[in-house]
Nanobody, 115 residues
Framework: VQLQASGGGLVQAGGSLRLSCAASGSLLSINDMGWYRQAPGKQRELVAVITSSGFTNYADSVKGRFTISRDNAKNTVYLQMNSLKPEDTAVYYC??????????WGQGTLVTVSS
């Protein structure tokens, strides 16, 4: 399974970015799709997740600012990030988990928010 993330970059505080992550390869039935992030010197943390039925869950720090969505036909997950803050600066990793519970990770895309 390969996960290709894109959309990261440098943005000013208050700006927006949209991350995309396309899954390819030997895909079994995908259950969860989501995004984690890791800031310098910090542990990786959950940002948002969306299940196959469309249920979503967000970290408290991004609720109301970020929106996760998925296109099952394209095996792609998106993260729309609005009202970005400097504390959102991190490497963002996409992840999928199949119905057997096996998780795969993308390579990460850097998001830098300047103040």
């Amino acid at each position: 399974v390969q996960l290709q993330a894109s959309g990261g970059g440098l943005v000013q505080a208050g700006g927006s970015l949209r991350l995309s992550c396309a899954a390819s390869g030997s895909l079994l039935s995908i259950n969860d799709m989501g995004w984690y992030r890791q800031a310098p010197g910090k542990q990786r943390e959950l940002v948002a997740v969306i299940t196959s039925s469309g249920f979503t869950n967000y970290a408290d720090s991004v609720k109301g600012r970020f929106t996760i969505s998925r296109d099952n036909a394209k095996n792609t997950v998106y993260l729309q990030m609005n009202s970005l803050k400097p504390e959102d600066t991190a490497v963002y990793y996409c992840t999928i988990r199949n119905t057997y519970g096996i998780r795969s990770w993308g390579q990460g895309t850097l998001v830098t928010v300047s103040s």
